[in-house]
């Protein structure tokens, strides 16, 4: 409430140059700027390309697995975080770019459209707006996190890795499906089968560039074009084919 016009005033200063600071402070090993990025790009605070540039950049758990297994030091976390950054602010470019020339470039800028889409004024006061909001999104968020990690268990995560073991091109399609699950299961499953040898690296960048956490929760939940919502998952996921495929075809693990 009281950042909203510092928000707005600072998107308007950053204009173009969003994806840049979107893929920087996606690249944060955690998925909640992604919610914020879905919140913000739902009150058209933020442009399509920044809100793909921060959901490409998302890497959720695999910082602190990748710290946590033996012989994965820090120049290799350093040079696999730089390649998504850098993937994430090209393509967060390049959409906004195209939308631009179809000039299609959304609406103005209107921070107060997220209330407007959660009913979510403060005539009530500050402190019930901000955990209607919260509680809203927060039991929308449990419900389906609770369905998502049943799923995953029944399956077994055994099997999993199992589907996508040696078989390049369709492990990276596999994997780039796999990692819209909205929550940390996935880079936590995608990260391990890659450090325990079952995938390549790039088979493992491809669900993490498509990995956007609980963002994808939020956007669906916030945005109500669902056009344009599975436009960015499509974006995210052709990202995470395209780029798993090129860094495996560029042996990016020998720079490793």
């Not at 173009?16 to 919140?39: E, Y």
């Not at 998502?148 to 078989?167: D, R, T």
């Given at each position: 409430?009281k950042?909203?016009d510092?928000?707005?005033a600072?998107?308007?200063?950053?204009?173009?140059l969003?994806?840049?600071?979107?893929?920087a402070?996606?690249?944060?090993p955690?998925?909640?700027?992604?919610?914020?990025?879905?919140?913000?790009?739902?009150?058209?605070?933020?442009?399509?390309?920044?809100?793909v540039?921060?959901f490409?950049?998302?890497?959720?758990e695999?910082?602190?697995?990748?710290?946590?297994?033996?012989?994965?030091?820090?120049?290799?976390?350093?040079i696999?975080?730089?390649?998504?950054?850098?993937?994430?602010?090209?393509?967060?470019?390049?959409?906004?770019?195209?939308?631009?020339?179809?000039?299609?470039?959304?609406?103005?800028?209107?921070i107060?459209?997220?209330?407007?889409?959660d009913?979510?004024?403060?005539?009530?006061?500050?402190?019930?707006?901000?955990?209607h909001?919260?509680?809203?999104?927060?039991?929308?968020?449990?419900?389906?996190?609770?369905?998502?990690?049943?799923?995953?268990?029944?399956?077994?995560?055994?099997?999993?890795?199992?589907?996508?073991?040696?078989?390049?091109?369709?492990?990276?399609?596999?994997a780039?499906?796999?990692g819209?699950?909205?929550?940390?299961?996935a880079?936590?499953?995608?990260?391990?089968?890659?450090?325990?040898?079952?995938?390549?690296?790039?088979?493992?960048?491809?669900?993490?560039?498509?990995g956007?956490?609980?963002?994808?929760?939020?956007?669906?939940?916030?945005n109500?074009?669902?056009?344009?919502?599975?436009?960015?998952?499509?974006?995210?996921?052709?990202?995470?084919?395209?780029?798993?495929?090129?860094?495996?075809?560029?042996?990016?693990?020998a720079?490793?």
């Amino acid at each position: 409430h009281k950042a909203g016009d510092k928000a707005t005033a600072f998107m308007n200063k950053s204009g173009k140059l969003g994806p840049l600071a979107g893929g920087a402070l996606g690249a944060i090993p955690q998925c909640g700027f992604s919610s914020v990025g879905a919140n913000l790009f739902s009150g058209k605070v933020i442009s399509m390309g920044t809100l793909v540039a921060v959901f490409l950049a998302t890497s959720d758990e695999m910082i602190p697995i990748m710290i946590g297994t033996q012989g994965i030091g820090a120049k290799a976390i350093l040079i696999i975080l730089a390649y998504k950054i850098t993937v994430a602010i090209a393509v967060g470019f390049a959409v906004d770019g195209v939308l631009h020339l179809l000039k299609k470039d959304g609406e103005k800028i209107d921070i107060d459209q997220i209330c407007d889409n959660d009913n979510c004024h403060c005539e009530r006061g500050i402190f019930y707006s901000a955990l209607h909001h919260t509680a809203t999104i927060s039991l929308f968020i449990l419900s389906v996190c609770t369905v998502i990690n049943l799923a995953i268990f029944l399956i077994g995560s055994e099997n999993l890795a199992a589907i996508m073991y040696n078989k390049p091109v369709i492990s990276h399609m596999i994997a780039a499906v796999f990692g819209l699950i909205p929550n940390c299961a996935a880079s936590v499953a995608l990260t391990s089968f890659y450090t325990e040898g079952f995938i390549t690296l790039g088979t493992m960048l491809s669900g993490l560039f498509s990995g956007a956490g609980i963002g994808l929760i939020v956007l669906f939940k916030m945005n109500k074009s669902l056009k344009t919502n599975l436009s960015i998952v499509a974006i995210i996921v052709g990202a995470g084919i395209v780029f798993g495929l090129l860094a495996d075809l560029v042996s990016l693990e020998a720079l490793l």
